[in-house]
């Protein structure tokens, strides 16, 4: 959300972060509602002036015996009263459109995120490791005869619909297996704290994070008005909601494990083979709190706890600077971590990992008092794949598979496994 003082002072500079990422001019439209909003409290705080100064003549009238000018003081103080109340609630309407306004605006980017329309000015910071050269052609992860008994899409259409699966054997084990080894990394060797949280969220959390009110059709609510997390970021950023912490308190830094949900509204035909997109999935998320001067200093680091997952798998990945019209809805600046699949021949999402400044924050009220003393201030808070399990599983079976359809595992998964290393071609493992 943004800070309607920076607006005031700047409206250029405020439509000129809009148009940055393909949005109309909005700083006209802001400061109207915002001066009439201010004009109605400037006026009601006039007009209770008014009925407190009839209020203390009222007194003196009666003492006076003066009952007509009694009798008209206390009309007035009725009128100024009931216009006081008009007044009052029009400034709260107006306060409301203003506030909502600024709820569906998204946050202004970095000077130094490029410019693009889309996925295709994306700029590669750089990459990692070399996509293996095969023998054979390389097939997509449910083609494999070894993945094939433990990746059921038909029974998981049958309880469910599109865009499900059911994983049993030796496939649900690597694939639990990958989530245990991201978060035993995080905690022991990146410093992350492990977390546990519900998935089921209240609306203003939600609304504390940016998934509302603009993008409600992406996510599931149910009838009695929770909303299903479509990331951990949620819950988890949401730590602070509401709260003023000491600067000492800072950096949190969070990682959890969890099942998220999305409705993939807008994605009709897109990846529609497979487990890359799913209305139900699981990641392993990392969120953030820091102070506003380490903020991009703790980006750079969550990337690279990200990168570091891949790497240990051994997987080959590239890392590229989302331009101006590819970034998410409350991120000033994003990394994309994209991992090789040979199936594919391709590179694909794996992991985002954004700054969102205090954008987040003002949503949430959520500040940090400084321990330096002055009023307290907000804080900044990141958020980051760490990584999305299941296309780590498509990553590992695509990059380890052998001609016969079994799968050469990473090692760093054996000790995860019971010390096996192979998805063997019967889909057991060895």
């Given at each position: ?99 909502d306004?600024?709820?569906?605006l ?10 693009g ?6 700029v590669?910071?750089?990459h990692?490791?070399?996509?293996r ?12 005869a ?20 059911v ?5 649900a084990?690597?694939?639990r ?126 990337t ?53 400044g ?44 052998q ?5 050469a ?22």
């Amino acid at each position: 959300m943004h800070d309607i003082r920076a607006i005031r002072e700047n409206p250029g500079a405020f439509d000129a972060a809009l148009a940055r990422r393909n949005a109309a001019p909005m700083s006209s439209e802001i400061l109207a509602l915002d001066e009439a909003r201010r004009a109605k409290i400037q006026a009601a705080e006039t007009a209770q002036s008014d009925q407190k100064k009839a209020a203390k003549e009222v007194g003196a009238a009666k003492a006076k015996g003066d009952e007509t000018e009694f009798e008209r003081l206390r009309a007035l103080v009725g009128d100024k009263k009931s216009e006081v109340a008009a007044m009052q609630a029009e400034a709260k309407e107006l306060d409301q459109q203003l506030n909502d306004l600024l709820m569906t605006l998204p946050n202004a980017p970095l000077e130094d995120v490029p410019e693009g329309a889309d996925e295709n000015d994306n700029v590669e910071i750089r990459h990692w490791g070399t996509p293996r050269e095969f023998t054979f052609q390389p097939v997509e992860h449910f083609d494999l005869a070894g993945v094939k008994p433990g990746m059921d899409f038909e029974t998981a259409a049958k309880l469910s619909g599109s865009r499900f699966v059911v994983l049993s054997g030796a496939v649900a084990r690597i694939h639990r297996a990958l989530a245990q080894f991201m978060l035993n990394t995080h905690v022991d060797e990146n410093g992350l704290t492990e977390t546990w949280t519900p998935v089921l969220v209240r609306e203003d959390m939600m609304l504390g994070t940016g998934q509302l009110p603009k993008f409600g059709e992406d996510s599931y609510q149910t009838t009695n008005g929770w909303w299903l997390v479509p990331t951990a970021e949620v819950p988890l950023t949401n730590i602070v909601n509401g709260e003023t912490v000491e600067e000492s308190y800072l950096p949190r830094r969070y990682v959890a494990h969890t099942q998220c949900f999305r409705s993939e509204a807008g994605s009709a035909g897109r990846d529609t083979a497979g487990m890359l997109r799913q209305h139900q999935f699981e990641k392993v998320e990392m969120v953030s709190i820091t102070h506003p001067e380490k903020s991009l200093e703790e980006h750079d680091r969550m990337t690279r706890c990200a990168e570091g997952i891949l790497e240990k798998l051994g997987l080959p990945y590239r890392t590229v600077v989302l331009c101006t019209g590819d970034m998410g809805f409350g991120a000033q600046k994003t990394h994309d971590i994209e991992v090789w699949l040979p199936g594919q021949n391709m590179y694909r999402e794996i992991s985002s990992v954004s700054v969102c400044g205090d954008f987040q924050a003002r949503r949430m009220n959520a500040r940090f008092k400084p321990e330096s003393g002055g009023k307290p201030e907000f804080v900044h808070t990141l958020n980051g794949s760490g990584l999305a399990v299941g296309r780590a599983l498509i990553a590992v079976l695509e990059n380890g598979q052998q001609e016969d359809g079994s799968v050469a595992l990473p090692q760093a998964l054996h000790p995860y496994l019971g010390g096996k290393t192979i998805l063997g071609a019967d889909g057991k493992l060895i």
